[in-house]
């Protein structure tokens, strides 16, 4: 979280030192751009593509050693969505016009002097247009709501509709964009989400929130991870790159299988913000990957801002398992290329033939669309080769080759092809090649070709590049899935355990998640232990241990190392829960283990009592788990030392630990009661809560009404959520609000709309009848607050700070803060006074990705919260609090939805209109490098 402010704060100061151009403004040793009428042109009789806009503005390039020029310009009233070069050199232009319609162009340079000398619309009558990515002979093409392959006619003049590949995007969003992966793939990211997607002649595919890919050739169609994403690319090792309002630059960590290994192990999220967003989104990614520009460009990510007027230009950081984006050492702010903001609208990205950077620019609205085209400064314009006539062992060598597209082309032409003659030459291009990226090139289309064997993954799994060791892990993974990994290529991979590269190993994680292997099982333990604090390997390596949890915490306990850091000890109790929840854990081995490993007393405790917890959400208990009545003998120790010693928290440690001892209520409810003395600290009494929540005596509850006028208020929260937790102590707990007990004031906002929606009927129409009976208790307050605060103006600094302590621990802001409620960076999006009914109003308009549901169990316990997943016959449930409940179906009896919020009502108390003003400043006022949130 931290780094990420950071990063945050670096970007804004870099940033805000770049002035915006001047009118007249170009690029150094550029002479200015031609003013040429021919821009009035009608589309039927297109104009010259080097003549320029009548009121051209020259974007500014603000890197040393480059030029930035005029390519082309088009015809007028046309935003263009995408760019795409294919395999002959020619360049696709998908336009969107008058934002219903839209058609494609396509340009040539015939004679590669760098001018597109010739402009044609190849489809026209098409829907708004999306992403674009070239294909076979023409492109795939998203327009409207469908996915669409247009190719050459019979006379190649003019675009054929092939196939309609799928249909079902929100006709009134942006259609998605789309990008080639590596392996084959194409990747779709949708602004928008969707339920289903229909495949032509196929099944529906219900894809919610996600966003998805397919196999051209095969058709096969997967969900990817989704977010309202606007923009994607990948990088040379197929990691996937996107851009959202939520984050200007996202790295996708893991695919959607990752969060269906391990039942017990809930992925928060799968996508790692790198970038704070801005209020739309980039409009379009580049990943360069080589040719003309300098060595340093490289991997570089540029961004297209056309509300900024700005590309902006990012260096990758290694920074354990994510790479972090930072400023380029040869410029002073990320800022790349600028231009006037309304005249330079950069809307697409392109590496193009000879390696330059292309840049469709919109342009002022009524204004011609324009390509510029950024390259070195002395370089020289050459034709571009055509790949489409040249033999596959041509083809396969230019996978070595330094330029980027020609690399692509050329996969993407291999990947296709029928020559089998190809593999031979690809495989020894995989074990003897020069370079990293032959290397890496004949691996991705061995395995794109399905010709990959196992002997080919040995070799690259030993590769000295650690891209090239990366992927032969991922790609080891259907052979892992299906146990079918022959000896070599098994112990090859469990090598990697100790591969010097964090993304190798973090990658094999995810691998060996699917293998029932009993040896992956030390690999996992040793990933675990040597990673504790890098967040997103632990994840991999947690969602990668169905089953053998128990194992791994047997592993970790005896090695003293593993509890001596706060990340440590953390794993520790994650693990122990988690072999509670396994049908299969012994638990009497658990606490013997435990005991053997002579942790301190409160920690000793705290694991068997994370253990308990696992048992008791898996339906089970100690007598059935631990028959050898190792539960007896802790049970009487902790009793020993909560009556023996001084210190809190042992105390707290071992009385949390009676609850779920299997002692029962007569043998504990006395002491614990005694507990919840003025004297005792909250540490102690909250404990003491916790201990007597797990027993169903009401003299427990008469006991509670007897000290309520006597205890803190700390303690009164803990002993109201527990009592609302089974629904006969809800009985005694709305008898004591009747009669004045307890004040109905008492009650959290949420706690009374628990009660009024209750599932039991009775219990509904009494708390409706004493607490009223709307669920919305403010409406109407935003309507009244909105002339009050809309016309002051707001200061962001101040808002970040009231953002900081009253909205942080259950949202997002750009990376920051926890992912409970909904991430508030795409806030800048809404109007300010629906921005404002969600802060005074939460239950006026609930997300339905963020609906609070109440889960009764079999054994009567409700658990409030928002269902996480639902994998493996699991249930995840995590309450505003934090806590993740997993249960088996089993143990759940039903599941409501409900009419309100987790979001309290009263969580704008307090607050002027000045402040409400500030935090609706700091809210929309979201742009790449803009503050975060965070200390």
């Not at 492109?139 to 054929?160: P, S």
Request: hydrophobic share 45%; aromatic share 6%.
């Amino acid at each position: 979280m931290k780094s990420g402010s950071g990063l945050s704060l670096l970007l804004f100061a870099l940033l805000a030192r770049a002035e915006p151009p001047s009118e007249n403004a170009s690029a150094p040793g550029v002479p200015p751009p031609p003013t040429n009428s021919a821009a009035t042109a009608t589309p039927t009789n297109p104009p010259s593509a080097t003549a320029a806009p009548r009121s051209v503005g020259h974007p500014e390039l603000l890197a040393p050693g480059l030029r930035v020029e005029l390519a082309a310009a088009l015809p007028a009233d046309g935003v263009p969505t995408a760019l795409a070069f294919d395999a002959r050199g020619q360049l696709y232009v998908a336009l969107r016009r008058n934002r219903e319609a839209g058609e494609v162009w396509r340009l040539r340079d015939a004679d590669g002097d760098g001018r597109f000398e010739t402009n044609s619309r190849w489809a026209e009558g098409l829907p708004a247009t999306g992403g674009m990515v070239a294909h076979g002979a023409g492109v795939l093409l998203a327009a409207g709501g469908d996915l669409l392959w247009l190719r050459g006619g019979t006379n190649d003049a003019t675009a054929t509709l092939t196939s309609r590949l799928f249909s079902g995007f929100p006709a009134e969003a942006r259609p998605p964009q789309l990008a080639w992966r590596p392996d084959g793939r194409v990747h779709a990211v949708v602004p928008r989400p969707f339920a289903t997607l229909q495949a032509e002649g196929g099944d529906r595919l219900n894809l919610g929130t996600d966003d998805f890919s397919f196999h051209p050739r095969t058709g096969d169609v997967r969900p990817e991870p989704g977010g309202q994403h606007t923009a994607v690319a990948f990088d040379r090792a197929g990691r996937r790159f996107t851009s959202s309002p939520g984050a200007f630059l996202r790295l996708t960590m893991a695919p959607l299988s990752a969060a269906r290994q391990n039942p017990f192990f809930t992925w928060t999220e799968l996508t790692a913000p790198l970038l704070p967003g801005n209020q739309a989104g980039a409009a379009n990614l580049l990943i360069y990957g080589g040719g003309q520009l300098p060595d340093s460009y490289a991997g570089n990510v540029f961004l297209a801002e056309p509300k900024a007027g700005t590309v902006l230009r990012l260096a990758g950081r290694e920074n354990g398992v994510v790479a972090a984006p930072a400023v380029p050492r040869d410029q002073r702010t990320a800022v790349w290329l600028r231009g006037e903001p309304g005249r330079f609208r950069p809307t697409a990205l392109a590496a193009g033939p000879e390696g330059a950077i292309y840049v469709a620019d919109a342009g002022p609205e009524g204004d011609p669309a324009r390509l510029w085209r950024v390259l070195p400064t002395a370089a020289k314009a050459a034709p571009a080769p055509d790949l489409t006539r040249e033999d596959t062992v041509t083809l396969a060598g230019r996978l070595a080759g330094p330029n980027q597209w020609a690399r692509e082309s050329a996969a993407h032409l291999l990947r296709e092809s029928r020559d089998t003659n190809t593999d031979a030459f690809l495989r020894r291009q995989l074990g003897f090649g020069r370079s990293a990226q032959a290397r890496l090139g004949s691996l991705q289309v061995l395995a794109a070709r399905n010709e990959l064997t196992a002997a080919d993954l040995v070799t690259a799994l030993r590769d000295a590049d650690p891209a090239v060791r990366e992927t032969a892990v991922e790609l080891a993974t259907p052979w892992v899935l299906a146990d079918r990994a022959p000896g070599p290529l098994w112990q090859a991979l469990l090598d990697r355990t100790r591969d010097p590269s964090v993304r190798v190993r973090f990658q094999l994680a995810l691998t060996l998640g699917h293998s029932a292997r009993s040896a992956a099982t030390p690999a996992l333990s040793f990933l675990l232990r040597a990673h504790s604090n890098d967040p997103w390997l632990r994840r991999a390596a947690l969602g990668a241990l169905n089953g053998r949890a128990d194992a791994v915490f047997l592993d970790l306990l005896e090695d003293p190392r593993a509890r001596q850091s706060d990340a440590g000890w953390a794993l520790l109790l994650t693990l122990a829960e988690m072999a509670g929840l396994q049908p299969h854990s012994d638990g009497g081995e658990l606490l013997n283990a435990i005991e053997r490993a002579r942790p301190g007393t409160a920690d000793l405790f705290q694991l068997a009592t994370a253990v308990a917890r696992g048992l008791h959400d898996g339906g089970r208990d100690w007598p059935g788990a631990a028959p050898d009545g190792t539960w007896r003998r802790f049970a009487a120790a902790a009793l020993e030392v909560s009556l023996s010693t001084r210190s809190a928290a042992m105390r707290a440690a071992a009385t949390r630990y009676l609850g779920v001892s299997g002692l029962t209520a007569p043998q504990v409810s006395d002491w614990a009661l005694a507990l919840l003395a003025p004297g005792e600290s909250p540490e102690v009494q909250s404990a003491a809560v916790a201990c007597l929540s797990r027993f169903e005596d009401p003299a427990i509850v008469a006991a509670y009404w007897q000290r309520w006028p006597r205890l803190a208020e700390s303690t009164r929260r803990d002993i109201l959520t527990a009592l609302l937790q089974r629904p006969d102590r809800t009985y005694f707990l709305m008898n004591a609000l009747e009669s004045g007990v307890v004040p109905v004031t008492a009650l959290a906002p949420e706690q009374a709309n628990f009660l009024r929606t209750h599932y039991d009927a009775t219990t509904a129409r009494r708390a409706r009848a004493l607490l009223g009976g709307e669920v919305n208790q403010r409406a109407g307050l935003a309507e009244r607050f909105a002339p009050a605060v809309l016309k002051l103006a707001g200061d962001a600094g101040r808002g970040r700070a009231i953002f900081a302590n009253r909205c942080l621990a259950c949202h997002q802001w750009n990376g920051a803060g926890r992912a409970f409620g909904p991430d508030l960076a795409g806030a800048a999006d809404q109007p300010p006074e629906e921005l404002l009914r969600d802060i005074l109003e939460p239950n006026a308009r609930l997300t339905p990705s963020h609906q609070t549901e109440v889960v009764l169990r079999t054994n009567g316990e409700l658990l409030v919260g928002l269902v996480r997943a639902n994998v493996g016959d699991v249930l995840a449930v995590e309450s505003r609090e934090g806590e993740v409940r997993h249960l088996p179906q089993r143990v759940v009896m039903q599941t409501a939805p409900q009419s309100w919020s987790l979001m309290p009502e009263n969580a704008a108390a307090g607050l002027s209109a000045q402040d409400l003003a500030d935090l609706l400043a700091f809210l929309r006022r979201v742009g790449p490098g803009t503050p975060g949130p965070g200390p």
